[in-house]
């Protein structure tokens, strides 16, 4: 079973919609919960870094975290065209760094 | 503030030349980290560095790959001799500490022909 699990994709949604990306994880040592958005051809770049069970908000981004199902969410509302990027989960704890396979994300104008 | 600088950006090679890939963390950032990362896949860890020392790099494959992180700041990874299947992006990252949020460079994109 790999440390963290999360669907690739490819997922396709119209401009204006709400979408949820996901991962599972298997390890109950890993503490901080991080998604990096990624465009073509760039670097991972941080865009929610959540610490404890619950929900952050970041404008249209919200971050959810549920340590008892060991499950994590991102949630986008209002998609945009330039949301179109590979949305990477990543956790850590016990020295431990973790990255989901991706998740590839089109916005549809 | 700079974020992480790597160079170059592209590279082709011929397969059995040796290749080498520089970075630049972010300044005052302790742990740096070397990724692979195939297309359509997440970023595999390579090494590890806090400070100067190779703390993790166990996935590095030491046969003919090699890093090394001079008075803690910059780093170099090599490959020596290239194969085929190391063409892959390689990425840079640096956090403050261990398990700390990591900010990554724009990878170098190596093709090996």
């Known amino acids: 079973q790999k440390e963290v699990e999360q669907d690739p994709g490819p997922l396709s949604v119209p401009e204006g919609a709400i979408v949820s990306l996901n991962c599972t994880y298997s390890n109950s040592a890993f503490q901080y919960f991080m998604w990096y958005r990624q465009y073509s051809r760039k670097g991972p770049e941080l865009l929610m870094y959540t610490y404890s069970s619950g929900n952050k908000e970041d404008g249209r981004f919200t971050a959810q975290v549920d340590k008892s199902s060991k499950y994590i969410s991102l949630f986008i509302r209002d998609s945009q065209p330039s949301d179109s990027a590979t949305y990477l989960c990543?956790?850590?704890?016990?020295?431990?760094?973790?990255f989901g396979t991706g998740t590839s994300l089109t916005v549809i104008p | 503030e700079a974020g992480v600088v790597q160079s170059p950006r592209y590279k082709i090679i011929e397969k059995k030349q040796p290749v080498a890939f520089w970075c630049n963390p972010i300044?005052?950032?302790?742990?740096l980290y070397w990724y692979l990362q195939n297309l359509g896949q997440g970023p595999e860890l390579l090494i590890r560095?806090?400070?100067?020392?190779?703390?993790?790099d166990s996935q590095l494959p030491k046969d003919r790959f090699s890093a090394e992180r001079l008075k803690g700041v910059d780093s170099t990874l090599k490959i020596q001799p290239a194969e085929l299947g190391d063409s892959a992006v390689y990425l840079c990252?640096?956090?403050?500490?261990?398990?700390?949020?990591?900010?990554f460079g724009p990878g170098t994109r190596l093709l090996v022909l």
């Open positions: 560095y806090e400070n100067e020392e190779a703390v993790d």
């Open positions: 990543a956790m850590t704890g016990g020295n431990q760094f973790y």
């Open positions: 300044s005052g950032h302790n742990t």
């Open positions: 990252a640096s956090s403050l500490g261990t398990a700390e949020t990591q900010y």
